[in-house]
Antibody, heavy 120, light 109 residues
Framework: EVQLVESGGGLVQPGGSLRLSCAASGLTVNSNYMSWVRQAPGKGLEWVSVIYGGGRTYYADSVKGRFTISRHNSNNTLYLQMNSLRPEDTAVYYC??????????????WGQGTLVTVSS | SSEVTQDPAVSVALGQTVRITCQGDSLRSIYASWYQQKPGQAPVLVIYDKNNRPSGIPDRFSGSSSGNTASLTITGAQAEDEADYYCCSRDSSGNHHYVFGTGTKVTVL
């Protein structure tokens, strides 16, 4: 069974930094497409970033230049380094595996999420 | 980037059928996936690859697509189906982005 467990959320001041982790079991992070999706309080889902198996990365316009997605093979963990945080980055952050089959894509499974609050 | 819109809320009587729709230009060429989210929980995949269900998802959930609209149908809605539902597709502009629909709150009466 695949499990994704996020950690690293918390309260940070505007302009600060935070690194989220997503520990995976039952799959190899390095050889899968992995993504971060966030959800602001009371709002809908927003895609944040993806890392492909070959290492290419892509970001939503709202976080490009501030967030960096990466992975570490030795501990099978996905990361999201978040810099220059803004109040509008306040959200629950989920990590998820991206399936790509026959040209179609979907997200499954999802971790339980970790809450990031950006406030002074 | 593309936008995908959903009706904010729909209601359905217990045991009846409800269709949730998702509209957007990206859906003309890309199948949507669908996610169920209950309060305080992470999203769960319910439909992928246009009309496939993951293991454990009841067969009362089905998906379809026509033109720029993707649909999720719940045939014989149960109380436990009350949740928020989101569609998602790859952005068709070729920027390797993904876009979620605005979400639909389904209430089972």
């Amino acid at each position: 069974e695949v499990q994704l467990v996020e950690s690293g959320g918390g309260l940070v001041q505007p302009g600060g930094s935070l690194r989220l982790s997503c520990a995976a079991s039952g799959l190899t992070v390095n050889s899968n497409y992995m993504s971060w999706v966030r959800q602001a309080p009371g709002k809908g889902l927003e895609w944040v970033s993806v890392i492909y198996g070959g290492g290419r990365t892509y970001y939503a316009d709202s976080v490009k230049g501030r967030f960096t997605i990466s992975r570490h093979n030795s501990n099978n963990t996905l990361y999201l380094q978040m810099n220059s945080l803004r109040p509008e980055d306040t959200a629950v952050y989920y990590c998820t595996r991206v399936w790509l089959i026959r040209g179609w894509e979907w997200f499954d499974p999802w971790g339980q999420g970790t809450l990031v609050t950006v406030s002074s | 980037s593309s936008e995908v819109t959903q009706d904010p809320a729909v209601s359905v009587a217990l045991g009846q059928t409800v269709r949730i729709t998702c509209q957007g230009d990206s859906l003309r060429s890309i199948y949507a996936s669908w996610y169920q989210q209950k309060p305080g929980q992470a999203p769960v995949l319910v439909i992928y690859d246009k009309n496939n269900r993951p293991s454990g998802i009841p067969d009362r959930f089905s998906g379809s697509s026509s033109g720029n609209t993707a649909s999720l149908t719940i045939t014989g809605a149960q109380a436990e189906d009350e949740a928020d539902y989101y569609c998602c597709s790859r952005d068709s502009s070729g920027n390797h982005h993904y876009v979620f629909g605005t979400g639909t709150k389904v209430t089972v009466l």
